[in-house]
């Protein structure tokens, strides 16, 4: 079978399920046929391919790997919409006039974040807004307020906020995936049988131990 897209999947798991061998190979390898393409041309000359041991099968992971695996693509998703919405965020803070990012080292940081919550909400004093300036934060409060000195367009302003509850929201996302796989880990920690076999070895050690 080729594997083409998504189309393999649902297939492929149902002649697993009633009992054939079924060999994936990658489309790159089969694509050597002649003339205009069909689907029966295509299936003939995949045939011929495998029959005569040119084609070999690809990598298939184990049920708990894609299942770990699923989650880890969907956190990492959601780590680079989060990373697009930062972007975002710091273009509108600059044709905002709001230097954040020569004051702080990131503007999602603890200094950069507050600042940002506290425009969003409609603070626009830029000595309010350096009083969030975290303790960790190098710059003087008096040169984060010399930063912040915008030109508070409504339009821009909007726009920030859309992008920093968009931001917000995909930190959610990712902590929940972070609840999930941890969660999938510790129980796959536990149900497995070496890991049960090598608790039992260590009680039976303790024992042998506590004995006289």
Not at 94 to 106: E, G, P
């Amino acid at each position: 079978m080729e594997s083409t897209g998504n189309y393999w999947q649902n297939l492929y798991v149902e002649l697993e399920k009633h009992g054939l061998e079924v060999t994936l190979v990658n489309g790159k390898f089969t694509k050597n046929i002649k003339g205009k393409k069909t689907d029966v041309k295509d299936a003939r000359w995949i045939q011929k391919l495998h029959s005569i041991g040119l084609l070999t099968g690809s990598f298939l992971p184990d049920e708990t790997t894609e299942t770990l695996r699923t989650f880890c693509r969907q956190r990492q998703n959601m780590l680079d919409l989060a990373a697009e919405a930062s972007h975002k965020m710091q273009k509108y803070l600059k044709i905002l006039n709001f230097r954040l990012d020569v004051v702080v080292n990131d503007i999602c940081g603890l200094t950069g974040l507050a600042i940002i919550a506290d425009i969003c909400s409609g603070n626009l004093d830029p000595k309010e807004l350096a009083k969030h300036r975290h303790g960790n934060c190098r710059t003087p409060e008096e040169e984060i307020a010399k930063a912040l000195k915008g030109n508070n367009r409504a339009d821009y302003l909007f726009g920030l906020k859309q992008e920093f509850e968009s931001y917000n929201f995909y930190q959610k996302k990712v902590a929940e995936w972070d609840k999930q796989i941890s969660a999938f880990l510790k129980n796959q920690i536990n149900t497995d049988p070496e890991k049960k076999k090598l608790k039992t070895d260590d009680k039976k050690h303790k024992l042998k131990q506590e004995r006289p």
